[in-house]
C-alpha cells in the first residue's frame, strides 16, 4: 500500500467546533477550546499519522461577516489557509439551521479547485429524525455526500478518517510518528518559566511542579501574548509560588518574561496562573501535552 499524505483545512462559522474536531482526531487538547466564539486566532497545524498516512490539519478561525480590522484579519487567515491545501473539511452545525454564514463560505469555497468534505457535526445534540432530515437538507445544498459526526463524543470520526484518506495524494510522512503539533515553542516557553520556579523556589517544591503553556498570540503590535499554567501538587505549594502579596510569582513571571523576549526579540506578555492538580504526576494525558511521554 502507498503512504498517502497532505494538508487538510477545517473551515466552518465560529463555533461549529472546528478545534474540538482536530482535538478529537489528534487525541489530544492542542487548540484553545471554549464556549465563547471566536477563541482561534491564528492557523494551527496538528499532525496525524497513522500506518496508511499522514494529515496535516490545519484550524482555521471562524468566518463571518467582517465587523473590524480583527474580522478582516481572521478571515484572511482562514481563506489563506487554503493555498497548498489538498483537502477542505467545511463544518456545518446540525443541531442548528443553515445560516448567512454558512451560505457565504459555501459561496466562496464553491469555485476553489480543493476537493470539499462536508461534515454536519453535534449530531449528539440531535434526535435520529432531525438527524435523518437535517442531513438530506445539507446534502441537497451542497450537491454531495454530508458526513454526520460528534466531534465531542468521537462519533462516526473514523468515517471522516477513511473519507479523507481515500482523497490524500500519495506522499511523504512530513513530521515524525510522535509530533503531533509544529508548536515547539509552547514546551521551550514552559521549560523556561519551570527553571525560574527551579531557582527560586525552595525542597521539594520544584519537583512538585509542572508548567503548561495553555495559549500564545501573536498580537497587532507584534508583541506575544502567553499564557501559562503552572500545576503544583499542594496547596501550600501554590502559596510558596505565588508568595506574600505575590511577590514570588511576580519574580518568577519577570525572570521568565526576559528570558522569553530574548529569544523571541520581542516584547512578551506572560500571564501566569497557579493551579493546584493533585497527582498530576499520574495524569497521562497531561504528562503527553507536557512532552513527557
Ligand atoms: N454537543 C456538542 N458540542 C460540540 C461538539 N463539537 C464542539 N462542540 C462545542 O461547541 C463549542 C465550540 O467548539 P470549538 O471547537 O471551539 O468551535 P470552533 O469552530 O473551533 O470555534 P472558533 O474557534 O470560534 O471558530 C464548544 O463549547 C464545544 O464543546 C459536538 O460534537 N457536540
Known amino acids: 500500500m502507498n503512504y498517502k499524505s497532505g494538508f487538510v483545512t477545517v473551515i466552518g462559522r465560529p ?88 451560505e457565504m463560505i459555501y459561496k466562496q469555497l464553491k469555485s476553489s479547485k480543493q476537493d470539499i468534505i462536508y461534515v454536519m457535526n453535534k449530531i449528539d445534540k440531535m434526535s435520529n429524525k ?46 515524525p510518528d510522535d509530533m503531533i503539533t509544529d508548536q515547539i515553542e509552547r514546551f521551550v516557553f514552559a521549560e523556561m518559566i519551570r527553571e525560574k ?24 503590535n507584534d508583541d506575544y501574548y502567553i499564557r501559562a499554567n503552572i500545576y503544583v501538587e499542594k496547596k501550600s505549594h501554590k502559596g510558596i509560588i505565588i508568595g506574600k502579596n505575590g511577590r514570588m510569582l511576580k519574580k518568577i513571571g519577570s525572570q521568565a518574561r526576559k528570558e522569553i523576549e530574548g529569544l523571541m526579540q520581542t516584547k512578551v506578555y506572560l500571564d501566569l496562573w497557579v493551579k493546584v492538580l493533585k497527582d498530576w504526576r499520574e495524569k497521562d494525558n497531561l504528562l503527553k501535552r507536557m512532552g513527557y511521554k
Open 15 to 102: 463555533n461549529v467546533g472546528k478545534s474540538t474536531l482536530v482535538n478529537t482526531l489528534i487525541g489530544e487538547k492542542i487548540n484553545i477550546i471554549s464556549p465563547r466564539p471566536q477563541t482561534t486566532r491564528n492557523s494551527i497545524k496538528a499532525i496525524y499519522t497513522e500506518a496508511e498516512g499522514q494529515i496535516i490539519f490545519i484550524d482555521t478561525p471562524g468566518i463571518h461577516e467582517a465587523r473590524n480590522e480583527l474580522d478582516k484579519y481572521m478571515q484572511g487567515e482562514a481563506y489563506n489557509s487554503l493555498d497548498g491545501i489538498d483537502i477542505i473539511i467545511f463544518i456545518l452545525d446540525g443541531s442548528t439551521y443553515w445560516g448567512k454564514n454558512d
Open 130 to 175: 432531525d438527524l435523518i432530515k437535517r442531513q438530506k437538507e445539507y446534502s441537497q445544498k451542497v450537491g454531495q455526500e454530508v458526513i454526520p459526526i460528534s466531534a465531542l463524543n468521537n462519533k462516526n470520526t473514523d468515517t471522516l478518517l477513511t473519507e479523507i484518506f481515500n482523497r490524500l495524494p500519495e506522499g511523504p510522512q512530513y513530521y
Open 197 to 220: 520556579i527551579f531557582y527560586l523556589t525552595r525542597e521539594e517544591v520544584p519537583y512538585g511542579v509542572a508548567v503548561l503553556v495553555e495559549e500564545v498570540k501573536e498580537r497587532d
